[in-house]
């Protein structure tokens, strides 16, 4: 009794004082979180059951995005009254008293009978969500991190899509995780327009996830600079340093691509098309951690290992 007083004061707190008009997850989740467990939570009544997670098989990987969110000088508050709108909408042709107390069929249903195409699409992904987490929580009770990792991809696109909370280093840092081999699932993890993605990694490829994406700018390294990771909201120093050689990558000839003058080397890519930024990125990444060429490294002055010398640059150009 005394943490379910705690867990709504702390809520009680962010909604009247902090002016977040959020739910009760986060507060709940820290005063009754197990080890081994992930816990189904039903928001409406505080009815909880703990789901047996799959440590011997897997592991979550929290990747920091760099991108710092404030939610509530956010757009949190206007997703939380865009749904508003569509239950009452939904309400003047069926009695809900939630977006979640509806299934999948009814709201399918009911749709049109919500005015504005946003709070249409903004309820589309409160009630597949709602739906995605029985289904994670079944997938779990099962032992089946692989359909739980379906659900997670499944959650993102909608995040990204239809409630549209994500941004562009989160979707780089999503996209880039379904790439690898070893990982079950990625999503953004929180309340959206930064902070970080959660990732369901095989136990097994842990060590190889977390050396990958140190070569992403956001967890260290500083390898990659572009556009698209940058999301046209945020510059690097590096963006100001100037370029010392141009080049083109077989295959991406509609990509510029450029090698800046910076401590460690980095390879500045642009281009018009996001998906194709992500594309080479990953071709890049790729190919960089099979390379190793210390007489090419140290003629650009540069750590053996960590950079592209001319060498390099041949080698990825050719796949």
């Not at 047996?52 to 979550?60: S, T, V």
């Not at 032992?143 to 379906?150: C, K």
């Not at 990125?281 to 090419?296: K, P, Q």
């Amino acid at each position: 009794m005394r943490k379910t007083v705690w867990r709504l004061r702390n809520r009680f707190a962010e909604n009247r004082f902090i002016g977040v008009n959020c739910g009760i997850m986060d507060q709940l989740a820290s005063a009754m979180g197990k080890s081994g467990s992930a816990i189904l939570l039903d928001s409406a009544t505080l009815a909880y059951s703990y789901v047996p997670f799959p440590e011997k098989e897997a592991a979550l990987i929290i990747v920091n995005s760099g991108v710092k969110h404030a939610l509530a000088s956010s757009a949190y508050n206007d997703r939380r009254r865009e749904c508003e709108t569509a239950l009452a909408d939904i309400n003047k042709v069926i009695n809900a008293s939630s977006l979640c107390a509806l299934s999948v069929d009814e709201f399918e249903r009911y749709k049109d009978s919500i005015s504005h195409p946003v709070c249409q699409k903004r309820a589309r992904h409160a009630v597949y969500e709602n739906r995605r987490t029985v289904q994670a929580a079944d997938a779990l009770q099962k032992g089946d991190p692989a359909a739980f990792g379906r659900l997670m991809r499944e959650s993102h696109l909608s995040l990204q899509n239809d409630y549209a909370v994500s941004c562009p280093e989160l979707d780089f840092l999503a996209e880039t995780a379904w790439r690898f081999d070893g990982v079950y699932g990625a999503r953004m993890t929180g309340g959206g327009f930064g902070g970080c993605t959660v990732n369901l990694v095989k136990k097994d490829r842990v060590a190889s996830f977390i050396g990958s994406n140190a070569d992403l700018p956001i967890v260290g390294g500083s390898i990659l600079s572009h556009d698209h990771f940058q999301g046209g909201r945020y510059t690097f120093p590096m963006e100001r340093a100037e370029i010392g050689e141009r080049f083109a990558l077989d295959g991406f000839e509609d990509i510029e691509c450029g090698i800046i003058k910076w401590p460690m080397s980095v390879i500045r890519i642009r281009g018009e098309r996001s998906a194709r930024l992500v594309e080479l990125a990953v071709h890049i990444l790729e190919a960089w951690r099979g390379y190793t060429d210390e007489a090419a490294t140290m003629d650009w002055g540069i750590m053996p290992g960590s950079a592209i010398g001319k060498a390099a640059i041949t080698q990825i150009s050719t796949p």
